[in-house]
């Protein structure tokens, strides 16, 4: 803050008498208008000042002295006329109250008095010891159902009234500096939160639906980001990922449907890539976890902002590897295409439901043949499956079981099951690992996409390479009692 609030920029002779009403100190003349609340106004004065300012307005709270005294100050400046006058919030200590305010909203403090407040930190708090991954808040028609996604499952875990919705739903607009007046339109924000030591970013989204505003909170903790071991990866498949990522030119890609943990293993790529003599650039729709070391960029597609604009434009600025969250058209695909064959890193994701169906996925964006063979470097697909808590069960596997893996009889001789315990929230499950293929390309199978591929020799030629396709990798979490066979079936 560069200069200090001005009463002729902030107040008007006849609506003094609003400000002392409602006890508010206009401080700042933005944009945003920052003002001093005693308590939060409502909707309907907040309408006002903004109406009032042309602006936005961010409040910040201020002891009932502090703003009594201000607004003094303004009253006499305006009837000596002297509007010039300081109303005594030097810069100093306007940034100092402002740290203040976001140190309280930063904090998962269950101690507060205020009920609202108690319940929202109490959820957060109770969400983050649960290992959630979001916490949801549905309204109904006379009551709010808040769920914790916990390994991928949605558990419904306190009902309120919907009468205290509204005043839940402001609490939560107010840590991610939304507007809390605006219920109409969708809105997105961040919380940073700490808790016991760790630094938690939560995602906001606010959209309104006919019973009141559903609210969902996406929970990052940077302290569960995993290392390549640490994903579920065999260790053939380690070593073989490990010599694909120290290419320093070419694609490699990840695959696989929504929620299978493409994020989570590209932020393991790049941590494993990160170090002080290499220029990594991401472009993120949105940025989930900020990782120190990576210039991590957000595309915003409504102005104009896309993942191929932002990829002509980052190639200027000397990247050694770069991160595109998503190959989505035929612009960017060809992009990430001649960006690889200039000799540049580039790491992506793709909607298909194996490896091989990435080559034909890329042709079918338009991609010449021989120029996805002289720059793909290899295509992971993943899938997530629920890994069994410490109180499962034994059993013997089932006829379905082998009719599903004839390759498993005479190998398998037992399996185990979900059984549920407190712990696991009498799931079965606690955690969750991936299952994954890895499609590494020879210089056969590039020679082979170069002429036109022809799915059914390329996969003749992956069996004769020894590749493994993800039931394999499948069956052996099946064999080492990692996950259950139910798990199984759902991604097969």
Do not use: W
Request: net charge negative; proline share 5%; aromatic share 4%.
């Amino acid at each position: 803050m560069t200069e200090t609030s001005r009463v002729s920029q902030l107040f008007d002779k006849a609506n003094l008498s609003f400000f002392k009403e409602h006890r508010i100190l206009p401080l700042e003349p933005g944009p945003p208008v920052r003002i001093g609340v005693v308590g939060l106004p409502d909707a309907e004065v907040l309408s006002f000042l903004r109406v009032f300012y042309q602006s936005p307005v961010e409040c910040v709270p201020l002891d009932p002295s502090v703003v009594d005294e201000g607004l003094e100050r303004a009253a006499r400046a305006l009837i000596s006329g002297d509007t010039g006058v300081d109303l005594g919030m030097d810069p100093e200590e306007l940034s100092k109250m402002a740290q203040e305010v976001a140190e309280e909203r930063s904090d998962i403090d269950v101690t507060v008095q205020a009920p609202v407040i108690r319940m929202v930190n109490s959820l957060l708090a109770d969400a983050l010891g649960r290992r959630a991954s979001d916490i949801h808040f549905d309204p109904g028609e006379d009551d709010v159902t808040a769920r914790f996604r916990v390994d991928g499952i949605l558990h419904p875990v306190r009902t309120y009234s919907r009468s205290l919705h509204p005043a839940v739903v402001s609490r939560i607009k107010v840590m991610a500096r939304l507007d809390i007046a605006e219920k109409l339109l969708p809105q997105d924000g961040r919380i940073n939160l700490r808790n016991v030591g760790r630094q938690i970013d939560v995602r906001v989204s606010v959209v309104p639906a006919a019973h009141g505003e559903r609210v969902v909170l996406r929970l990052l903790d940077r302290g569960t980001l995993l290392s390549l071991a640490e994903l579920g990866l065999t260790e053939p498949q380690r070593v073989k990922l490990d010599e694909m990522l120290r290419r320093t030119n070419g694609i490699l890609l990840l695959t696989g449907p929504t929620g299978s943990g493409k994020s989570t293993t590209m932020y393991s790529f790049l941590q494993m890539l990160n170090h002080p003599g290499t220029n990594i650039i991401t472009l993120e729709d949105p940025v989930e976890y900020k990782l120190d070391g990576i210039s991590q960029i957000e595309v915003k597609p409504r102005i104009g902002f896309t993942f191929a604009s932002g990829l002509r434009s980052i190639l200027r600025q000397d990247p050694d590897t770069i991160s595109v969250g998503e190959i989505r058209d035929g612009e960017t695909a060809d992009l990430a295409v001649h960006a690889a064959l200039t000799g540049h890193r580039v790491l992506s994701t793709l909607h298909t439901n194996d490896s091989v169906g990435a080559v034909a996925r890329l042709m079918d964006l338009g991609v010449q043949p021989f120029l996805i063979g002289s720059s793909l470097v290899g295509v992971v697909a993943q899938r997530l499956v629920r890994k069994l808590c410490v109180c499962a069960a034994t059993g013997l596997p089932t006829e379905a079981f082998f009719a599903v893996f004839p390759e498993a009889r005479g190998k398998v001789k037992e399996v185990r099951e979900a059984k549920g315990c407190e712990a696991c929230l009498n799931s079965g499950y606690r955690g969750r690992s991936g299952v994954f293929e890895i499609l590494a390309i020879s210089p056969t199978l590039q020679n082979e996409i170069a002429r036109g591929f022809d799915e059914s020799r390329f996969r003749q030629i992956l069996s004769q390479e020894g590749f493994k396709p993800l039931r394999v990798h499948a069956l052996e979490k099946i064999a080492s009692g990692e996950t259950s066979v139910e798990e199984i079936l759902k991604i097969l």
